[in-house]
C-alpha cells in the first residue's frame, strides 16, 4: 500500500512536532530540575530548590516521561517504515499510540497546570497560612522556573496536536464503504 503525497507530509510534520515536543519537554525538565538558588538570611544559608514544591517535582518526573515516551515513539516510526504493508497489528498500535499520546498529553498539561498553580503561591505568598513571597528573595529561581513552565505549556500545546495526527493516522484505516456495507 503506497502513502499519497499528503501522508508523506503529514509524517515529515509529525516527525518535526515530536522532535519540537521532545526539546521542549527536556528543555522543561532541565530548567525546572536543575534550578537553585542560594541566599543568606540572618547569618544562615538558605537554599530555593525545585524540591521545595511537591508539583515541581511531579512535573520533573512527568515530563522526563513524556520526552521518553516521544522518543520510543520517533523510534517505533523510523523501525515501522522498514515493514512497510497493512496488517491488524498496525491497526491495534495505531489505537495505542492514540490513547496513549493522548494520555501524554493531558497529563503533560495537568502538571504544568498544577507546579503553575503552586509556583503562583511563591509569587504571591498566602496571608492565611503565613507563607511569605519567595520571589522577592529569590528573584533568578523563579524567573528560570517561570520559563520552565512556559516551554512545559509549548510542549503540551504540541503534544495535543500530536494527539490530533494519532487521530488521523488511525482512522484512515477505517472505510465508510467497508463497515456501511456500500459497494
Do not use: P
Not at 515529515?12 to 512536532?17: A, G, K, T
Not at 515501522?80 to 496488517?87: L, M, R
Amino acid at each position: 500500500m503506497r502513502a499519497s503525497r499528503m501522508e508523506l507530509g503529514l509524517s515529515e510534520i509529525s516527525v518535526f512536532l515530536r522532535l519540537s515536543a521532545i526539546l521542549f519537554l527536556v528543555l522543561t525538565a532541565c530548567l525546572v530540575g536543575l534550578d537553585a538558588q542560594s541566599k543568606r538570611i540572618f547569618y544562615t544559608e538558605r537554599r530555593a530548590t525545585f524540591k521545595d514544591l511537591d508539583a515541581l517535582i511531579v512535573l520533573v518526573y512527568v515530563v522526563s516521561a513524556a520526552a521518553c515516551y516521544n522518543l520510543l515513539h520517533l523510534c517505533k516510526r523510523s523501525i515501522s517504515t522498514w515493514f512497510e504493508g497493512y496488517s491488524k497489528w498496525d491497526l491495534c498500535l495505531s489505537w495505542v499510540c492514540l490513547l496513549v499520546d493522548q494520555v501524554a498529553a493531558y497529563i503533560t498539561f495537568g502538571a504544568n497546570s498544577a507546579a503553575l498553580q503552586s509556583s503562583l503561591f511563591a509569587v504571591t505568598g498566602e496571608e492565611d497560612f503565613q507563607w511569605m513571597k519567595l520571589c522577592n528573595r529569590y528573584t533568578r529561581f523563579c524567573i528560570q522556573i517561570g520559563a520552565g513552565l512556559l516551554s512545559g505549556f509549548v510542549a503540551s500545546l504540541l503534544m495535543a496536536i500530536l494527539s490530533s495526527f494519532s487521530a488521523f493516522y488511525l482512522f484512515r484505516h477505517y472505510s465508510a464503504k467497508r463497515f456501511l456495507f456500500l459497494k
